[in-house]
């Protein structure tokens, strides 16, 4: 079946670095655009990135432009996301999810992954 | 910035009709998604293009979409429906990606 699994989440202290995968199986990976949603303890969804199927186009959120790297290797059925000069507000788990795309060129987001947390404390 | 404008908790009894709405500016252009949420789990699609429903989701869950407003309805709640749901569209633009605040669903 249809599966994507985090990974590379931990504690991190402020201004460091962390990589995170995900990791899919049980499709054609190379087909489908792929996003970052993450979320808070207690707090509701935020759209972090995505990448087109082939890593043609990216686009991220303002609030970590020029700090995350969305990117993916098709060769390994691998997303990542760089994050680099992390801030106490990126703590969150991170969700990668598959693109689903509408006649329209409207997207959203399915399946999801289960989550991998990212703690960015001193 | 865009927003879409969830109530933040339903509260009905098992068996009732529950409706969750979203308000948004962008709605009459833009295509609503609902997600379902459960209590330590990632979310889940249940309804996506305003009114279609995944493979899987059950038949109880339905969406509609008239004006800036789309809502979520769940006719004959269980309580396993219990959980966060989640609004999702883009602005008018196309550039932001947005969900709503969320709504808590109480079965009981």
């Known amino acids: 079946q249809e599966q994507l699994v985090e990974s590379g989440g931990g504690v991190v202290q402020p201004g460091g670095s962390l990589r995170l995968s995900c990791a899919a199986s049980g499709f054609t990976f190379s087909n489908f655009g792929m996003h970052w949603v993450r979320q808070a303890p207690g707090k509701g969804l935020e759209w972090v990135a995505v990448i087109w199927y082939d890593g043609t186009k990216k686009y991220h959120r303002d609030s970590v432009k020029g700090r995350f790297t969305i990117s993916r290797d098709n060769s390994k059925n691998t997303l990542y996301l760089e994050m680099n000069s992390l801030r106490v507000e990126d703590t969150a788990t991170y969700y990668c999810a598959r693109d689903k795309t509408s006649t329209t060129g409207e997207s959203c987001f399915d399946p999801w992954g289960q989550g991998t947390l990212v703690t960015v404390s001193s | 910035s865009y927003e879409l404008t969830q109530p933040p908790s339903v509260s009905v009894s098992p068996g009732q009709t529950a409706r969750i709405t979203c308000s948004g500016d962008a709605l009459p252009k833009k295509y609503a998604y609902w997600y379902q949420q459960k209590s330590g789990q990632a979310p889940v699609l249940v309804i996506y293009?305003?009114?279609k429903r995944p493979s899987g989701i059950p038949e109880r869950f339905s969406g509609s979409s008239s004006g800036a407003m789309a809502t979520l309805t769940i006719s004959g709640a269980q309580v396993e429906d219990e959980g966060v749901y989640y609004c999702?569209?883009?602005?008018?633009?196309?550039?932001?990606?947005?969900f709503g605040g969320g709504t808590q669903l109480t079965v009981l």
């Open positions: 999702y569209s883009i602005d008018s633009d196309g550039l932001h990606r947005v």
């Open positions: 293009e305003d009114i």
